[in-house]
């Protein structure tokens, strides 16, 4: 009977080619795009750098050397000028990303402690933190410069290369940043394990429609293979899901210009993690189908539901971008835990122990959705 | 008897469903329940059916306990529903092999009651094509077609032509009156269509707002309904129901010495069923 009832739910759902879309083109899409989208903003560097114009009275020395510094850097190509140019003109003519007035003989200034002012322009639409940067950047070399006025050369210390930075975060004692496919892989693939719930609830709910849940409760059964049979089959489906992903994230996004996927961790724990995630992602959706009305119902509840745990979740928006406020957050969401424990083990390559927590949420929260489902098929008067 | 059934009710909430149900249906016996919409027959059905549960009243199934045997009760009954209860994106075979495991057939005894379940609904040429593209006579088929994979004692049909084309209705009346008579089946049938009530069923009841209204032999409820038409010399009609005021015909007779003919006609099922429901609207 096992074998006939998972027949029937792989048929059904091999041949509903919309769920198939949604179980694998939607993340392969989203682990191309967003892999390539947030490349630069993990690689802290720009793909082209951003033209920067400083405009001034006369070059001298001092100029060409504040060039220099101010060029030792992945974010800015900067070139001196003494034309005057309208700085509107200059920078909507789409040649410098940012024009800057520097004032007459600014070195003296500085050193005499006269006040002076550099005007920055640029346009609106420019990312605030490139704007912080270049603000910083300009500050630093000036000082630089003005240091080694002041001081013999030989006595400099540069202390750039003595800094060393590490992520450092709330629970964690040491974390390396993942590359843009480290966290596209998992996020995306958690999300797209949770939208499971579009050919659960297809089938499940054309058989309360149809009266085919009734005919079934008609036959002397129990409803445990019913739902086992809805388990196993899209159990494995997620599983493929896990291994195309991976595949996509270590052969295809590299091809398009992206990182390749590197896991740092033990292969069989992606295994381990991926099946729990699948049991409180398929516990999820056959709640959900159970009490929805319609497939629109239960698209729209569960779709809505998997945007609002992936938004909280880490998913949309990487958890390392978020302030402690919104880290806190994500740990009430199941696809944080599912993408905490990916994290862990494709960047920092944790072992079981580090996961077990997040793991034991999943599972517990599966067999209690479960649960629920089962009374609620089992119940008769329904 | 197949099933007999003794003061039972059944109540959404405050509302009251099914008051007092006694019914009693025979093996062999084709049974009609007729009733409006809402009048309860689904909920009578789906009781009868372990979908839900009775509030009180007994229930006998082939002199068995209902609640008591649940088992014995599933294993031999097979219920039909008005919707197509089946898989569109399987094809014929792959719904009967899933229903089929369901009650337990395996192997052999799989493929053997898929063969005759295939024949007797005459989907030979559609076993391997998916349900979805059917005309609605062959998804009727196909459901009734499962309903008889567990070769069961009572099968009930509900409403088992409905949308189908004449053809389609008129082959699927003649294959319920056959595995009736070859099978000894017992049937219980729900529909809204009189005539196919009036053709098939044996023994009928009429239900409703929570209560059995009639229920009888078929022939004993067409004889209420006949009634003399009286033909006078001058070419004039009169209808004398014949059941209700046999006085009335009596006077008539004697107080008309220019009858020219006298005839015993019957109306159908339908002017019973509106006559005993009432004209109105139903929801």
């Given at each position: 009977m096992f074998v006939?009832?998972?027949?029937?739910?792989?048929?059904?759902?091999?041949?509903?080619?919309?769920?198939?879309?949604?179980?694998?083109?939607?993340?392969?899409?989203?682990?191309?795009?967003?892999?390539l989208?947030?490349?630069?903003?993990?690689?802290?560097?720009l793909d082209k750098k951003l033209e920067v114009l400083l405009q001034l009275e006369v070059k001298n020395d001092q100029m060409t050397a504040l060039q220099e510094i101010l060029n030792d850097n992945d974010f800015f190509t900067v070139t001196l000028s003494e034309d005057k140019k309208e700085q509107k003109t200059l920078l909507y003519e789409k040649k410098y990303d940012?024009?800057?007035?520097?004032?007459?003989?600014?070195?003296?200034?500085?050193?005499?402690?006269?006040?002076?002012?550099?005007?920055?322009f640029t346009k609106p639409d420019v990312d605030q933190q490139r704007l912080t940067l270049m603000k910083n950047l300009l500050q630093q070399s000036l000082t630089s410069i003005y240091?080694?006025?002041?001081?013999?050369?030989?006595?400099?210390?540069?202390?750039?290369?003595?800094?060393?930075?590490?992520?450092?975060?709330?629970?964690?004692?040491?974390?390396?940043?993942?590359?843009?496919?480290?966290?596209?892989?998992?996020?995306?693939?958690?999300?797209?394990?949770?939208?499971?719930?579009?050919?659960?609830?297809?089938?499940?709910?054309?058989?309360?429609?149809?009266?085919?849940?009734?005919?079934i409760k008609s036959i002397n059964i129990s409803f445990l293979p019913i739902i086992l049979g809805k388990i196993v089959p899209y159990y494995l489906i997620n599983q493929i899901q896990v291994v195309l992903m991976i595949l996509v994230g270590m052969y295809i996004v590299p091809l398009l210009g992206g990182d390749s996927l590197v896991i740092e961790g033990n292969i069989p724990l992606i295994f381990i993690i991926s099946s729990a995630i699948s049991f409180a992602a398929i516990s999820f959706a056959i709640l959900i189908s159970n009490i929805s009305k319609s497939t629109e119902e239960a698209t729209s509840i569960g779709g809505l539901s998997n945007i609002i745990l992936a938004a909280l979740g880490g998913v949309m928006v990487p958890k390392v971008v978020m302030p402690l406020f919104m880290q806190d957050v994500t740990s009430y969401s199941p696809?944080?835990?599912?993408?905490?424990?990916?994290?862990?083990?494709?960047?920092?390559?944790?072992?079981?122990?580090?996961?077990?927590?997040?793991?034991?949420?999943?599972?517990?929260?599966?067999?209690?959705?479960?649960?629920?489902s089962y009374m609620l098929l089992k119940r008769k008067n329904s | 008897m197949s099933i007999k059934i003794k003061d039972l009710c059944k109540s959404y909430g405050e509302k009251k469903v099914l008051d007092q149900i006694s019914l009693t249906i025979e093996e062999g016996s084709i049974f009609g329940l007729l009733g409006p919409n809402g009048a309860g027959k689904s909920t009578l059905v789906s009781i009868l059916n372990n979908i839900l549960d009775k509030d009180s009243g007994t229930i006998e199934f082939f002199g068995k306990d209902f609640e008591n045997n649940a088992a014995y009760v599933k294993k031999n009954?097979?219920?039909?529903?008005?919707?197509?209860?089946?898989?569109?994106?399987?094809?014929?075979?792959?719904?009967?092999?899933?229903?089929?495991?369901?009650?337990?057939?395996?192997?052999?005894?799989?493929?053997?009651?898929?063969?005759?379940?295939?024949?007797?609904?005459?989907?030979?040429?559609?076993?391997?094509?998916?349900?979805?593209?059917?005309?609605?006579?062959m998804k009727r088929r196909l459901n009734i077609a499962i309903g008889l994979l567990n070769d069961p004692k009572v099968l009930y049909l509900d409403e088992p032509t409905v949308g189908i084309d004449p053809q389609s209705r008129n082959y699927i009346l003649k294959m319920i009156k056959e595995m009736n008579t070859q099978n000894n089946l017992t049937i219980i049938y729900t529909s809204h269509y009189m005539e196919e009530i009036?053709?098939?069923?044996?023994?009928?009841?009429?239900?409703?707002?929570?209560?059995?209204?009639?229920?009888?032999?078929?022939?004993?409820l067409l004889d209420q309904t006949k009634y003399v038409e009286v033909v006078l010399g001058n070419g004039k009609k009169t209808r004398i129901n014949t059941?209700?005021?046999?006085?009335?015909?009596?006077?008539?007779?004697?107080?008309?010495?220019?009858?020219?003919?006298?005839?015993?006609?019957?109306?159908?099922?339908?002017?019973?069923?509106?006559?005993?429901?009432?004209?109105?609207?139903?929801?």
């Open positions: 006939y009832i998972l027949k029937k739910e792989f048929l059904l759902v091999f041949r509903n080619l919309h769920a198939m879309g949604v179980l694998f083109i939607m993340p392969m899409a989203f682990i191309l795009i967003m892999s989208a947030l490349k630069d903003t993990y690689a802290n560097k940012f024009v800057i007035n520097m004032p007459n003989s600014i070195f003296e200034k500085i050193i005499h402690k006269n006040e002076f002012k550099i005007e920055m240091m080694k006025s002041i001081l013999e050369e030989k006595k400099m210390i540069d202390l750039q290369d003595s800094i060393d930075s590490h992520y450092v975060y709330k629970n964690k004692d040491f974390h390396i940043q993942p590359t843009s496919v480290q966290q596209s892989v998992p996020a995306w693939l958690v999300f797209s394990m949770f939208f499971i719930l579009i050919p659960i609830s297809n089938t499940f709910i054309e058989e309360k429609n149809l009266g085919t849940i009734n005919r696809m944080a835990w599912g993408l905490e424990s990916f994290l862990e083990v494709f960047v920092l390559g944790g072992s079981l122990n580090d996961i077990l927590p997040d793991l034991i949420k999943l599972i517990v929260l599966g067999i209690v959705l479960l649960f629920i | 009954s097979s219920f039909v529903p008005q919707t197509y209860a089946f898989y569109p994106d399987l094809t014929t075979v792959e719904n009967l092999e899933f229903f089929g495991s369901l009650y337990g057939l395996k192997g052999k005894g799989l493929r053997d009651r898929i063969k005759f379940c295939i024949e007797i609904t005459s989907l030979e040429k559609y076993s391997n094509i998916r349900a979805y593209s059917f005309s609605g006579g009036e053709y098939l069923c044996d023994d009928i009841a009429i239900l409703d707002n929570t209560k059995i209204l009639l229920n009888n032999k078929k022939e004993i059941k209700e005021s046999y006085d009335e015909f009596i006077t008539f007779i004697n107080t008309h010495p220019n009858i020219s003919e006298i005839n015993v006609e019957h109306k159908n099922l339908e002017d019973l069923f509106l006559k005993l429901t009432k004209q109105d609207l139903r929801d």
